[in-house]
């Protein structure tokens, strides 16, 4: 079952923080985030997992809640580089394979 | 070396035409994937290998047909597409493990696919 995204577009000027939600009806193992621009490929930005251990890019910040089956993605003192698609994608149960978000459209504004 | 690569870029096909679209890592990685992304929406998973052997086809139709010749190769094989099956094939790979959900995706710059 696809995970629930919002918003589902944010428009942002440089330096402005945001928040990108990503919610899910079932008990998950792992959520992963990535940031696809127009025209290339989807880059890996961070994994969350049960349990509380986390890995991805130092700049990056996000957190999971088990209990709401819920995560969020922290992006501070936005750049114009921030632009683009970001999806969430998750892992429930046993299911080896990822679900991925409807997606946010990202856009910074200088 | 944390590339993955895929040719060609772009590539048109009539109905009846047989191509394949190919796929490479050199990162030693054991898990490897085909998605497809529409226009404006997230990638859909089609197939997953696993040390070389298919473990996951997410009800993909025949026409479309995976190949995992070595564990740095992975060719999706098209035959007699419709025109709904336009999009972009994305290959992705990872570290292969009990739960492929833990490692990390490094996704391909993908084929872009238009079927006339």
């Known amino acids: 079952q696809q995970p629930v995204q919002s918003p589902q577009a944010v428009i942002l000027r440089e330096g402005e923080d945001a928040v990108i939600n990503c919610s899910s009806s079932k008990a998950l193992y792992s959520v992963h985030w990535y940031r696809q621009k127009h025209g290339e490929a989807p880059v890996f930005l961070m994994i969350l997992l049960k349990g509380g251990e986390q890995k991805g890019h130092e700049k990056i910040s996000a957190s999971f809640n088990e209990k709401k089956q819920q995560s969020s993605l922290y992006l501070t003192a936005s750049q114009l580089s921030y632009s683009g698609t970001y999806f969430c994608?998750?892992?429930?149960?046993?299911?080896?394979?990822?679900?991925f978000g409807s997606g946010t459209q990202l856009t910074v504004l200088p | 070396d944390t590339e993955v690569t895929q040719t060609p870029k772009h590539l048109v096909m009539g109905m009846t035409n047989k191509k394949s679209l190919k796929c490479e890592q050199h990162?030693?990685?054991?898990?490897m994937y085909w998605y497809k992304q529409k226009a404006k929406k997230p990638p859909e998973l089609m197939f997953v290998y696993s040390y070389e052997k298919l473990s996951i086809n997410e009800s993909v139709p025949s026409r479309f047909s995976p190949e995992c010749p070595n564990s740095s190769l992975l060719n999706l094989h098209l035959h007699a597409l419709q025109p709904e099956d336009s999009a972009l094939y994305l290959c992705?790979?990872?570290?292969?493990?009990?739960?492929?959900?833990?490692?990390?995706?490094?996704f391909g710059p993908g084929t872009r696919l238009t079927v006339l």
């Open positions: 990162m030693g990685h054991r898990a």
């Open positions: 992705a790979s990872s570290r292969a493990g009990l739960a492929g959900s833990y490692n990390e995706q490094f």
């Open positions: 994608g998750t892992a429930a149960g046993s299911a080896r394979q990822l679900t």
